[in-house]
């Protein structure tokens, strides 16, 4: 049997800059399901996405999505791209084992917490404070580097991770510290500085954008209390949920958000195509 992928579309041009297209996934000329492509709003062209694979009911389980995304590769090889993502939600079990299984790597993933009514109480001699303006450009220099550095970790080049830091700075802080909605905060114990934390709205939830604790004083139990004051804050504006974003391989934050009940939404995965 051939497996092919037929346009249902012309390229789409997005006001991003990125491009899209549609196709039916056709065996033997019989359309047994569909799948998007797109380029990365992130990366640009030479990485392509994605943004959904469907097969029909009657033709699951049959390996039609494996050779489907298989032949998705094939098609972004010709539009110039050097690697492929795709963002598979934690219910779709099957779709992850056939990912995993074709050299998809997992680079992050996103976890969220539903929030009660009542902020978590810090512990003894904790407490949060307001980053002061003479801390911020500082932690923020500090942060887009070690962006940086994880993304290079986990299969980007550094110029598109760079250029990825810069833009993503430029948007979701247009006016830096002073910028609406957006919470920089320092967490202090028993008079010292031990950590910080950066929390905002999106997408109607709470979000966890930065959170670390010090060097000096990790293994201490300020990466939770960081975590219970990013939640109390939630709280505090209104909202039902808390979502973050944990690297792969971060297993101390990946053990420290499990035990406090966030539950995986989203695996993202990517693959080199060269």
């Known amino acids: 049997m051939t497996t092919t ?19 039916q996934v ?21 990485v392509a996405q994605i943004l959904d694979l469907r097969i029909d009911e009657q033709d699951r389980r ?66 949060g404070r307001p980053m002061t303006r003479e801390e911020f450009g500082p932690w923020q220099d500090l942060g887009t580097e070690s962006f940086i550095q994880s993304w290079t970790e986990r299969g980007v080049p550094e110029d598109q991770a760079r250029t990825r830091a810069l833009e993503g700075n430029a948007t979701l ?40 604790a010090d060097a000096a004083h990790r293994g201490r139990g300020h990466g939770r209390s960081l975590m219970l004051l990013a939640e109390a804050q939630g709280i505090a504006n209104g909202l039902p949920t808390i979502r973050l974003n944990v690297f792969a391989g971060n297993t101390p934050a990946e053990r420290l958000y499990e035990s406090l009940g966030y539950e995986t939404v989203t695996h993202h995965l990517y693959k080199s195509l060269l």
């Open 62 to 127: 049959r390996g039609r999505g494996t050779v489907a995304a298989l032949a998705a590769e094939e098609v972004v090889r010709g539009w110039g791209c050097e690697r492929i993502e795709a963002s598979v939600p934690a219910e779709a079990e099957a779709a992850l084992k056939v990912a995993t299984a074709l050299g998809y790597v997992l680079r992050n993933r996103h976890m969220e917490k539903p929030l009660g009514d009542t902020p978590p109480e810090l512990p003894a001699g904790s407490r």
């Open 26 to 46: 056709c065996v033997n000329s019989r359309p047994v399901g569909a799948i998007h492509l797109a380029t990365s709003p992130f990366f640009g062209d030479s």
């Open 173 to 212: 802080l247009p006016d830096g510290a002073d910028t609406p909605g957006m919470v920089f905060s320092v967490l202090e114990h028993e008079g010292t500085a031990v950590g910080t934390l950066w929390t905002g709205p999106r997408d109607g939830k709470a979000f966890v954008y930065d959170v670390e």
């Open 5 to 23: 992928l037929r346009p249902t579309e012309p390229f789409q041009h997005e006001a991003d800059g990125t491009r899209s297209r549609r196709y």
